[in-house]
């Protein structure tokens, strides 16, 4: 069967450095997504990884390994904001996503 | 509109009714999904289409059914709702090009009584 894995919930400090993983086993891949969810809204869409490596925007990064079947979402200099889930997709020989269930990310001041 | 939009925003209904689910993008995307979210679960795919006259089923599609008569619309119906179909309910779309991300809507929370 397809399956997404990712720890339910992390806690980090505001300012501070976090990397949230997700380790993944699907039928085929065809690139892997990060999305970010405040409660009560719709995801949106942060990163997307196809090849290995790290991919970096700003105060966040996500790296692959699709040898490992692994994700990481590293954010830096942690600001209250970023208190949400983080869901980690990959989109399978189907081309269509499975999703994890997602981490909760609590900041504390 | 700008960007995706769901109607209604939230509902509540009693079991055995029959309700549909609105969904309109203006972004041109050909590609157009329905998913359920629920407490500790992952996003679920309903159903989907790929382009204006074609549909397809996704993970959990029993109980609904979706048309697409045009690239805007993608209505989503219950055809008689049941307690387990209580949900968030995300429509989304995305471009045909292999790194488009999907674009979400805001939701429709439906109870179902």
């Known amino acids: 069967g397809q399956n997404i894995d990712q720890p339910t919930e992390m806690t980090a400090t505001e300012g501070a450095i976090v990397q949230i993983n997700c380790t993944y086993q699907t039928s085929g891949f065809n690139g892997l997504f990060w999305y970010q969810q405040h409660a009560g809204e719709a995801p949106t869409f942060l990163s997307y990884?196809?090849l290995d490596g790290l991919e970096e925007k700003g105060r966040f990064s996500s790296f692959l390994s699709r040898s490992k079947g692994y994700s990481y979402l590293l954010l830096k200099e942690l600001q209250m904001k970023d208190s949400a889930s983080y869901l980690c997709?990959?989109?399978?020989?189907?081309?269509?996503?499975?999703w994890g269930a997602g981490t909760k990310l609590i900041i504390k001041p | 509109i700008a960007g995706i939009t769901q109607a209604p925003t939230s509902q509540i209904l009693a079991a055995g009714r029959r309700m549909t689910l609105r969904c309109t993008q203006d972004m041109r995307h050909n590609a157009m999904y329905w998913y359920r979210q629920d407490l500790g679960l992952g996003l679920r795919l309903i159903h989907y289409s790929n382009t204006a006259g074609t549909t397809g089923k996704g993970e959990v599609p029993d109980g609904y059914s979706v048309s697409r008569a045009n690239t805007d619309d993608f209505p989503l119906t219950l055809a008689s709702a049941v307690p387990s179909q209580t949900s968030v309910y995300f429509c989304?779309?995305?471009?045909?090009?292999?790194?488009?991300?999907?674009?979400f809507g805001p939701g429709t929370r439906l109870t179902v009584l």
């Open positions: 990884n196809v």
């Open positions: 989304a779309s995305s471009g045909a090009g292999g790194g488009d991300e999907q674009f």
């Open positions: 997709a990959v989109r399978d020989s189907n081309y269509q996503l499975i």
